[in-house]
């Protein structure tokens, strides 16, 4: 298994203040720390996401990757609207690890996504051979897509299937909607399965609903573009990170092994760019 989406930090409450005091999340969480729970879950390589929008946060985590062959990818972060950035583009992007960029989109309004100097920024990823990693809420599904369809040329990989508005019993009909729509852009090139137990309420995420979202998604994107990840530590605020490892095998048993293996390992490889 190749988990397509964790976060590793040092933390500290000043650097980290979305993190609940007291909670599993609330220690630092680096490479001794994931190289056990992968190895307790048979994950053999992963993808490092960032968790901090400041300048440096891109090469603290390349300088972890670079002390386990674990991380194999790494989605650092520049400030995409710096008329600059295209110097801390080409400088990052020397290091083969680094992948791909993210901006916290979800805490923005919606006229950040069109925003031209932001755009201005997307358009150099792709001539530095990077990706761009979408981070969104549900309700952000339409000005997302015209993020998309702004950048036709950019190969763009949804974080955690937007994040819907989870509910036991049910699937988001917004959601089912915004999704189909974004499944029509060929540079959505990959969704990940990761982060879903987290948007449930307390108390909610029944294994049914969590099935029911999986298959939506297949569906919707196909076995060529979901890939498994965590989500971890975040995940630890309601599962084990063996766990949700365990969920997602358990949700590809019934689907073909040319599937499973995509949406397991092979999907996050041939988006990333990374192993053989």
């Known amino acids: 298994m190749?988990?397509?989406?964790?976060?590793?930090?040092?933390?500290?409450?000043?650097d980290y203040p979305w993190i609940p005091a007291g909670s599993p999340l609330a220690k630092d969480?680096?490479?001794?720390?994931l190289e056990s729970v992968t190895s307790e879950a048979g994950v053999t390589a992963t993808v490092v996401v960032q968790a901090r929008q400041v300048v440096g946060e891109s090469d603290f985590l390349l300088s972890l990757a670079d002390q386990t062959a674990r991380i194999q990818a790494v989605v650092g972060w520049v400030p995409l609207i710096d008329e600059n950035v295209s110097e801390e583009l080409t400088r990052l992007s020397l290091n083969p690890k680094f992948k791909a960029v993210r901006h916290v989109l979800q805490e923005e309004p919606d006229e950040y996504f069109l925003r031209d100097d932001f755009h201005l920024g997307?358009?150099?990823l792709q001539s530095c051979g990077l990706l761009y990693d979408l981070l969104i809420y549900q309700r952000q599904l339409p000005v997302a897509i015209q993020l998309v369809d702004r950048q036709p040329d950019l190969p763009i990989i949804l974080n955690h299937i937007a994040k819907p508005e989870a509910r036991n019993g049910r699937i988001e009909p917004a959601w089912r909607t915004g999704m189909k729509e974004l499944a029509k852009r060929d540079n959505l090139i990959g969704v990940k399965f990761s982060g879903l137990l987290t948007e449930f309420p307390n108390g909610e995420g029944d294994a049914e609903t969590v099935a029911a979202y999986f298959h939506e998604t297949l569906e919707i994107f196909g076995a060529d573009?979901?890939?498994?990840?965590?989500?971890?530590?975040?995940?630890?605020?309601?599962?084990?990170?063996?766990?949700?490892?365990?969920?997602?095998?358990?949700?590809?048993?019934n689907i073909s092994e040319h599937e499973r293996f995509g949406i397991l390992e092979g999907n996050a490889k041939r988006a990333y760019g990374f192993g053989t």
């Open 2 to 14: 190749i988990d397509s989406h964790h976060h590793l930090w040092r933390y500290s409450k000043e």
């Open 122 to 124: 997307l358009s150099q």
């Open 225 to 253: 573009k979901v890939m498994f990840g965590t989500d971890w530590p975040v995940c630890l605020l309601r599962a084990s990170y063996s766990d949700w490892a365990d969920i997602v095998r358990q949700l590809t048993e």
């Open 29 to 33: 969480q680096l490479v001794a720390e």
